[in-house]
């Protein structure tokens, strides 16, 4: 059965520290690959994606995620992270050939701390 | 672009009653899921609709759940009756067109509708 792991439940940095969020898959199958986030009160939203190409993606608010396909990873990096970037990331994976399916992870609850 | 509208935001019964939530999709989306989300988790799919067709309903608990989309546009997720267990946060999202069976990207999702069965 497919599933999408994320590693670190609760991250707590403080503002300008860098981020890193793990993220593995169990899928034999080619995949496209997705961040979502939620700020508090707010919808899912994309924050990035991979479908193929260069296995590094840069999405919105200067995220970028690394597809290692060795690994059956899709880390999730920021650099400096922001007070506004607290909120919950959840890793998800769309099997291709299979229609519109999504399978997510549990999520990542991220706490910056001014 | 309106995006999807879900409705009521919350919700708060009593056990064993009877609940329904109701789902407009982005315009033009013809693919529409009802996920549940507890605390603390990742959303899980219940059902999914390519038009008016439930294409994976695998995991709708169908002794209590249903859920409709007849129209192939907006949808309802019926709970009847709920129970304690059944609190959570029903999401519903929306994903164009899937082409030759890909998978074509994003799903855009409501504000969810949070369920507090007492």
């Known amino acids: 059965a497919q599933s999408v792991s994320q590693h670190n439940h609760h991250v707590i940095l403080s503002e300008a520290a860098s981020l890193e969020l793990g993220c593995n898959y169990s899928y034999g199958g080619t995949v496209n690959l997705f961040w979502y986030v939620q700020y508090p009160g707010q919808h899912l939203q994309l924050l990035l994606k991979?479908?193929?190409?260069?296995?590094l993606v840069k999405g919105i608010k200067g995220f970028e995620a690394e597809f290692i396909k060795s690994k059956f990873s899709f880390n999730l990096r920021k650099p400096s992270v922001q007070w506004s970037d607290t909120a919950e990331y959840f890793c998800?994976?769309?099997?291709?050939?299979?229609?519109?399916?999504?399978?997510f992870g549990t999520g990542t609850s991220l706490t910056v701390i001014p | 672009e309106a995006g999807v509208v879900q409705s009521p935001r919350y919700k708060i019964i009593e056990k064993k009653q009877p609940v329904a939530f109701w789902c407009n999709p982005i315009?033009?989306?013809?693919?529409l899921y009802w996920y549940l989300q507890n605390l603390g988790q990742g959303p899980e799919l219940l059902i999914r609709?390519?038009?008016?067709?439930?294409?994976?309903d695998s995991q709708l608990p169908k002794d209590r759940f249903s859920a409709e989309r007849l129209k192939g546009v907006d949808s309802t997720l019926k709970i009847q009756p709920a129970e304690l267990g059944d609190s959570a946060v029903y999401l519903c999202a929306s994903s164009p067109l899937s082409l030759a069976g890909g998978n074509t990207g994003e799903l855009f999702f409501g504000e969810g509708s949070r369920l507090t069965v007492l």
């Open positions: 991979y479908f193929s190409g260069d296995p």
């Open positions: 998800a994976v769309g099997p291709r050939g299979t229609g519109n399916q999504f399978y």
């Open positions: 315009s033009g989306h013809n693919t």
């Open positions: 609709y390519e038009n008016e067709e439930a294409v994976d």
